[in-house]
């Protein structure tokens, strides 16, 4: 399960154990965040992920030492650091409004955690320049913020906080005020710098796109828990909660009882030559009630019934066809239970495969149906 | 930032369509009516600055000099009671300042046990009258044995306007985002340092505001320095007790200057604080 860039033999760059953090809110004790365990692995491109008032930005705080956990121990680099004040903690934080200082200009905001540090002048300016140039802010150094741009301040708040070689760089929503191609230009800008200075990120966000494309493991987190940790490729084909199903890109869930086992797929039969083959574990029997979720790409969509025997096969009628440019989503009623969604590559077919009213049949895989919570 | 620039464009746009609405004309005029409104009382007093009366009576024009700004310091006991003033004035900033900046951060930035009580004490301050403030501080004085002077005017000052100075700076520090703090915290900064690196010089235009709210609160105050002056006479003192002699020009020069030198000032201060267009 392991999959983090583990460099260091030696301890886990984060360590959160049993953390627990409650708010006491109106007079009524709020559970932000519920007996937390989390390993973090040096180098890793970590990211906590979930909507929000789900406890990932109190979970970061309190790796930054702004929220004292009510319970639990939280190291760094094996040091139980639960105590100890923010400007102690060799983690360093972007903030999502960047929070830069509006009186300092850009290189005074980079160099200011080093002048703390009480790092020479020269040595300030080498790292400054150094940092700078990997944010690409070369040239910027006299701007005060408000003379920048968005993506400007974006990288300020980055370098200033890189630029003192942290043990970690927390990152809260750093790209959420952002418009989308700045956003997307920046996710891979933070990849690329990630792997330059091979430094721990961990990135809190609510926007599972980001999460998938630039992550090492993410987390994802529902009420103050982790409903599922894992590499964006396990998270996305294979959910283990309804929750983690629908929070990350689309998903068709659909319920069903086992008809029958043969090896290690069960049949789930809807009807007439309509069934769904799922990959099950030995426990599974027949009788036992399922849920299983199907990613909307993976799908097949047919107007003739499809001949492979090892397949998927339900039929129903389109309701809705949507263009989207690179695909072309159809909506599909089925007698599975609620309608399915369907992605098209726009690959090939210059027209729709089928419109509205007409009967047509889905098909897919068995190991692209997988089973929810077993 | 950006949402300030659209606006910005917006008004541009908007404005000459704006004027050729009905309603442009009459903006217009009332606009300047409450310029000349504000403004005419103090035209007339510089102009009387310069007007060429022969004895102390200064109320009708005789005609143009400038006589009056070469021997302005001529009156001796008036020069006094301008030093006196500006003295006190500057005391009462620069701790009123102080002491409200504190108080103003306080506010703004926690919530702690009687921190609603300090926000009603402050508007108490504010909205209670002069004369009675001026008259309880006379009976506080006189019962506790302290000699009246420069000193318990200067108290006295410092007392009412250290509320101005702190409703200001805990305006500013309320629209201060929190995470600046957190990130100079985060660099390593310790509080001492965030305050004097990062807070302070960012609300320093609210600090100078308020403090040149309490020197211009203090350098014209007359009722409650007529409670607590004693023997000492300050500016507005000075001036009340000679108009019944008639008033020399030289009232009206100084009153000029001190004028000149808060225009100047504020004019500074707001150029200084205004944003400059980000770049593109």
Redesign the interface.
């Known amino acids: 399960m392991t999959t983090g860039v583990d460099q260091d033999p030696g301890h886990p760059a984060i360590e959160l154990a049993g953390v627990h953090k409650d708010y006491l809110s109106h007079g009524e004790t709020v559970q932000a965040v519920r007996r937390m365990d989390l390993s973090i692995a040096q180098g890793e491109f970590f990211s906590l992920l979930g909507p929000s008032g789900c406890g990932k930005t109190t979970t970061m705080r309190m790796i930054a030492g702004f929220e004292e956990p009510t319970g639990g121990t939280v190291f760094l680099d094996g040091r139980d650091v639960t105590r100890v004040s923010p400007n102690k903690r060799d983690v360093n934080m972007v903030f999502q409004s960047y929070a830069l200082f509006p009186h300092l200009t850009a290189y005074q905001n980079v160099a200011f955690g080093l002048e703390r540090k009480k790092v020479d002048k020269a040595e300030i300016r080498r790292r400054a320049g150094e940092i700078m140039e990997i944010v690409s802010l070369t040239g910027m150094e006299k701007r005060a913020p408000r003379e920048m741009s968005g993506g400007q301040q974006q990288r300020v708040a980055l370098a200033r906080a890189l630029v003192n070689r942290p043990r970690a760089l927390l990152l809260d929503e750093p790209l959420g005020a952002l418009d989308l191609k700045l956003r997307q230009q920046m996710q891979v800008e933070l990849k690329r710098i990630q792997r330059e200075v091979g430094i721990t990120f961990v990135y809190v966000t609510h926007d599972q796109g980001e999460a998938l494309t630039m992550s090492d493991r993410i987390a994802v987190m529902e009420a103050g828990r982790i409903d599922q940790l894992g590499t964006p490729r396990e998270i996305y084909e294979r959910p283990a909660t309804r929750f983690v199903a629908g929070f990350i890109g689309t998903s068709n869930l659909l319920d069903g009882t086992v008809e029958s086992v043969s090896g290690d797929v069960a049949v789930l039969s809807y009807g007439e030559g309509e069934r769904v083959l799922v990959p099950v574990s030995a426990a599974t029997g027949v009788g036992d009630a399922l849920e299983v979720s199907v990613r909307p790409e993976k799908i097949d969509l047919a107007q003739d019934a499809p001949t492979g025997a090892g397949l998927s096969v339900l039929s129903g009628v389109v309701t809705e066809v949507v263009y989207h440019g690179t695909s072309t989503n159809y909506t599909v009623k089925t007698s599975a239970g609620p309608d399915l969604v369907i992605f098209d590559q726009n690959a090939y077919s210059a027209e729709d495969l089928a419109g509205p009213g007409d009967r047509v049949y889905l098909s897919w895989s068995p190991q692209h149906s997988y089973p929810i919570g077993v | 930032?950006?949402q300030v620039l659209e606006e910005e464009e917006t008004a541009v746009v908007a404005a000459p369509r704006r004027s050729r609405l009905t309603g442009g004309r009459a903006l217009h005029i009332y606009t300047w009516i409450v310029i000349g409104w504000l403004t005419l009382p103090v035209l007339v007093m510089i102009l009387f600055g310069f007007n060429d009366t022969p004895g102390r009576y200064n109320q009708t024009w005789e005609g143009f000099t400038l006589k009056w700004y070469g021997q302005v310091f001529a009156l001796d006991e008036l020069t006094k009671a301008l030093v006196i003033s500006l003295l006190v004035a500057v005391a009462t900033a620069v701790v009123a300042g102080a002491l409200g900046t504190g108080i103003g951060y306080a506010l703004g930035r926690y919530r702690f046990r009687g921190s609603g009580t300090v926000n009603l004490i402050m508007f108490a301050t504010m909205s209670s009258p002069e004369l009675v403030m001026g008259a309880s501080l006379l009976t506080l004085f006189v019962s506790l044995g302290v000699g009246l002077g420069a000193v318990t005017i200067t108290i006295a000052h410092i007392m009412f306007s250290i509320s101005f100075v702190a409703v200001v700076v805990r305006a500013r520090v309320l629209t201060l985002?929190r995470?600046?703090e957190?990130?100079?915290?985060?660099?390593?900064?310790?509080a001492w340092?965030t305050f004097w690196?990062?807070t302070f010089?960012?609300i320093m235009p609210a600090v100078m505001s308020g403090m040149l709210l309490a020197f211009a609160l203090s350098i014209d105050d007359f009722v409650v320095s007529n409670f607590t002056a004693g023997t000492t006479t300050t500016f507005p003192l000075w001036i009340w007790g000679a108009t019944r002699v008639g008033l020399p020009p030289q009232v009206n020069v100084m009153g000029t200057l001190i004028f000149l030198g808060g225009v100047l000032i504020a004019v500074v201060t707001s150029i200084r604080s205004r944003?400059?267009?980000?770049?593109?």
């Open positions: 930032m950006t985002d995470s600046v957190e990130a100079a915290a985060d660099l390593g900064a310790n340092t690196r990062i010089p960012i944003p400059r267009r980000p770049a593109a």
